[in-house]
């Protein structure tokens, strides 16, 4: 897809991205259930960086997709369909133990 773009467009998000403030503290104060996919192919956003965004979300979980890159529902639309299925179960769950609790 990036090459059938525009040079200018991509200039353009290569800049919106690098002008893009830091988001850690933000994720550091998230305190929801939440996962981090990563394709184990990705050359856009390297798996260090994946470690460090689950590792700020106090209930994140990282997930590498092996053979995938960085369109990850595009390039493995069921995969992502079962985690995110399991991260609503786990949701959906919680809920309930919290109703019953009361």
Same mark, same amino acid.
């Given at each position: 897809? #990036?090459?059938?773009?525009?040079?200018?467009?991509? /200039?353009?998000?290569?800049? #919106?991205?690098? *002008?893009?403030?830091?988001?850690?503290?933000?994720? *550091?104060?998230?305190?929801?259930?939440?996962?981090?996919?990563?394709?184990? =192919?990705?050359?856009?956003? &390297?798996?260090?960086?994946?470690?460090?965004? /689950? /590792? #700020?979300? *106090?209930? &994140?979980?990282?997930?590498?997709?092996? =053979?995938?890159?960085?369109?990850?529902?595009?390039?493995?639309?069921? *995969?992502?369909?079962?985690?995110?299925?399991?991260?609503?179960?786990?949701? #959906?769950? /919680?809920?309930?133990?919290?109703?019953?609790?009361?």
């Amino acid at each position: 897809m #990036a090459r059938a773009a525009p040079p200018k467009a991509l /200039a353009w998000a290569q800049r #919106a991205i690098a *002008r893009r403030p830091d988001s850690m503290d933000v994720l *550091r104060a998230t305190d929801i259930p939440a996962v981090v996919v990563t394709g184990a =192919e990705d050359l856009l956003v &390297g798996a260090e960086e994946a470690t460090r965004t /689950a /590792a #700020a979300l *106090r209930q &994140g979980r990282l997930v590498v997709l092996p =053979e995938v890159g960085h369109l990850q529902p595009l390039e493995a639309p069921e *995969r992502i369909n079962t985690i995110l299925s399991a991260l609503l179960d786990d949701v #959906a769950t /919680a809920d309930r133990n919290r109703e019953n609790a009361c």
